[in-house]
């Protein structure tokens, strides 16, 4: 499965520890951007599939694009 992995890079002296695997695409995701407010977080793959998803809940709130 493809995923977008939030790492939280925020400590000194801490190594980056992985928060979340954001998991839905079905494709390589190409990339990535946040919203304004950091509410939610935009992920596209290789199949022009677009998901949102919340940042807080770390669930997808919606997708568009290819299906297949």
């Known amino acids: 499965a493809h995923a977008v992995h939030l790492v939280d890079i925020s400590r000194k002296g801490v190594p980056p520890q992985l ?3 954001l998991v839905g695409h ?8 946040w919203s304004s407010d950091e509410s939610r977080l935009a992920s596209c793959d290789k199949k022009g599939v677009v998901i949102v998803w919340s940042a807080a809940e770390q669930q997808q709130q919606q997708q568009a694009g290819a299906s297949g």
Do not use: F
């Open 19 to 21: 928060v979340a695997a």
């Open 26 to 33: 079905t494709a390589p995701v190409l990339g990535v951007a």
